[in-house]
């Protein structure tokens, strides 16, 4: 019989979260019926060219954003994830910018889309804490030039840190996609690169997603705040 405790060593894991997993939070997901875009167009407030055309308007969006954000608390899988997050050879991705990963104190979180605490100076590069209300005549406190924009990577821009990324799963024994619905590149193809080097794969998401039982192993279904606990319990056992 299997003595109690942790399981054996898990091997490396890549885990990527979506949307889904702070939708406990009270932060709207992307796609989801009642999802924050759904009152916004792509178009009209994540795109470089919205950006252009109307900075105003983007940077209110990003603005509420912020203020969602910094008032939501992470929820109970935000906190599992951090703990695994500090078990070895575990990297951790997420395209969510809003930091409720680091909040609840997870370890070295790959922020591939950027986070909504930052502003970006697009002169020079430099990063700094965003203000509540940002604007584009905000001088860049490293080079003094009025070029500040949201730290967030909009649709048409590459992903931050891929290489990184790409390191991790080329090394992957296990890769989990938490809470996404897998439609929005590079992040969705994750999975299969992890396949391709023989990890196993695996979806906790509210609902499966359409194409769970081609591309994932294993699916578990339900609100993440329940089985991503689980999840990182089974892994790694109980706290
Ligand atoms: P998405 O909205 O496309 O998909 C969310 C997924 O989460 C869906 O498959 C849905 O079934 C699932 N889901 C909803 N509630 C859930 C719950 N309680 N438990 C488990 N799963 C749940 O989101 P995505 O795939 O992350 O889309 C990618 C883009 O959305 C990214 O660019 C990301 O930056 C952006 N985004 C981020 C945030 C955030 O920072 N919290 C919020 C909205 C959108």
């Known amino acids: 019989m299997r003595p109690a405790g942790p399981p054996d060593q898990p091997g490396r894991i890549v885990v990527l979260t979506g949307a889904g997993l702070s939708a406990e939070s009270g932060i709207p997901t992307f796609r989801d019926g009642d999802g924050l875009w759904e009152r916004h167009r792509i178009e009209d407030v994540a795109t470089p060219e919205a950006f ?3 900075p105003a308007l983007v940077l209110r969006f990003y603005d509420m954003r912020r203020a969602a954000a910094a008032t939501a608390r992470p929820n109970p899988a935000h906190a599992a994830l951090a703990r695994l997050s500090h078990h070895p050879g575990v990297t951790l991705i997420t395209q969510n910018i809003d930091t409720l990963l680091d909040r609840a104190g997870a370890r070295d979180v790959i922020h591939m889309h950027g986070r909504i605490d930052s502003a970006l100076c697009a002169a020079c590069g430099h990063r700094w804490t965003a203000p509540a209300a940002m604007a584009t005549s905000d001088p860049c406190p490293a080079c003094g030039r009025p070029a500040t924009r949201p730290d967030i990577v909009w649709f048409g821009e590459m992903p931050y840190h891929m290489d990184r990324i790409e390191q991790a799963l080329a090394g992957a024994q296990l890769f989990a996609a938490i809470g996404t619905s897998g439609q929005v590149y590079p992040a969705a193809g994750f999975v299969d690169l992890a396949r391709s080097v023989g990890a196993r794969t695996v979806e906790l998401n509210l609902v499966p997603t ?19 606990p689980a999840w990182v319990d089974g892994l790694i056992g109980p706290a």
């Open 52 to 54: 252009d055309r109307d």
């Open 210 to 228: 359409d194409d769970a039982r081609d591309r994932f192993d294993d699916s578990i279904a339900g609100p993440a705040g329940e089985t991503v």
